[in-house]
């Protein structure tokens, strides 16, 4: 078993920061791809950003690209997402996941193919 525990959302004006934290514990980190996915309001959670073990490959959506960031401390088994220059069409719920192996971007990006999931941080980016 996998526990997750995500920190850091909270309510940021447009063009503000946050730095999201993913804490896992259960199994070695560094064999596994972390992931993030979002869920706003009346939409399907979708893919965010992921990286595997020891951060060796690294996965952004295109919607995010440039201005979010995915990093791993293997030693605190942690991952991070560092979101930058905000929009109001970030706002969602953040989840983390977890998954083993690297693969495809197909892959990768389907949420389907992560068995263990955080509760969740509630990020909201006002106008």
């Known amino acids: 078993q996998v526990q997750l525990v995500e920190s850091g959302g909270g309510l940021v004006e447009t063009g503000g920061s946050l730095r999201l934290s993913c804490a896992a514990s259960?199994?070695?980190?560094?064999?596994?791809?972390m992931g993030w996915f979002r869920q706003a309001p009346g939409k399907e959670r979708e893919f965010v950003a992921a990286?595997?073990?020891?951060?060796?490959?690294?996965i952004i959506t295109d919607s995010v690209k440039g201005r979010f960031t995915i990093s791993s401390d293997n030693a605190e088994n942690t991952v991070y997402l560092q979101m930058n220059s905000l929009k109001t069409e970030d706002t969602a719920v953040y989840y983390c996941a977890n998954r083993a192996g690297w693969g495809t971007l197909e892959i990768i990006s389907m949420r389907g193919t992560y068995p263990y999931w955080g509760q969740g941080t509630q990020v909201t980016v006002s106008s």
């Open positions: 990286i595997s073990g020891y951060g060796s490959n690294i």
């Open positions: 259960g199994r070695t980190f560094s064999a596994y791809t």
